[in-house]
Nanobody
Framework: QVQLVESGGGLVQPGGSLRLSCAAS????????MGWYRQAPGKQRELVAA???????NYADSVKGRFTISRDNAKNTVYLQMNSLKPEDTAVYYC???????????????WGQGTQVTVSS
């Protein structure tokens, strides 16, 4: 089994910053892409940013230039640095990882429990 544990959410004023972390643990043979998704009330879950184990990165247009995703492969951890936060960034942020649990298995998606980010004055 694989667990993803997120941390770093909270309440911040517009223009402020937060850093999210997500550590993967458990039966991990190989981690491929790791990423962050978010879901605001009444809206569908959307991709925020993703990074492969080789370092290729993809951002949603709405966060380009403000958010930075990075990962530490030795720690199986992905980070999301969020700057210049706006009220529309308010959502529950979920960590996602594509994981092989053995050399005989394919990649399966795993999700964290979510962490609330609220941007408000």
């Amino acid at each position: 089994q694989v667990q993803l544990v997120e941390s770093g959410g909270g309440l911040v004023q517009p223009g402020g910053s937060l850093r999210l972390s997500c550590a993967a643990s458990g039966s991990i043979f190989r981690l491929n892409a790791m990423g962050w998704y978010r879901q605001a009330p009444g809206k569908q879950r959307e991709l925020v940013a993703a990074i492969t184990d080789g370092g290729s990165i993809n951002y949603a247009d709405s966060v380009k230039g403000r958010f930075t995703i990075s990962r530490d492969n030795a720690k199986n951890t992905v980070y999301l640095q969020m700057n210049s936060l706006k009220p529309e960034d308010t959502a529950v942020y979920y960590c996602n990882a594509a994981v092989r649990t053995s050399m005989w298995s394919g990649f399966n998606d795993y999700w964290g429990q979510g962490t609330q980010v609220t941007v408000s004055s």
